[in-house]
């Protein structure tokens, strides 16, 4: 069995951002997250521009995060309903 990596969210805040969600819409994002441990560059990812840091899209929904391959730790940096800010 391969190793899995430890899912770790950046802060409290991003937790926050995602208890404030819809039971349907935590359930896909939380199963997703899980998916990370496994592969954390999936298929229909994109690595931002300028960043270490990875989007994934899911519905209306984008969670960016970063992977860290030594330590094998993906970071949860946000959850975050797609609009003009969801990158800054």
Known sequence: ?????R???RSRSVRKELD????DTY????????????????AG????TGQEA???RIGAYRVLY????????????AVR???ERTYD
């Open 54 to 56: 990875y989007r994934i």
């Open 27 to 42: 359930l896909r994002i939380v199963a997703v997250i899980y998916y990370l441990r496994e592969n954390p560059r999936p």
């Open 81 to 83: 309903k797609r609009d």
């Open 20 to 23: 404030g969600l819809d039971d």
């Open 45 to 48: 990812i994109k690595k931002l």
């Open 1 to 5: 069995m391969a190793k899995v990596y």
């Open 66 to 77: 970063t992977v860290d391959d030594k330590a094998r730790e993906v970071r949860i940096e």
């Open 7 to 9: 899912v770790r969210f």
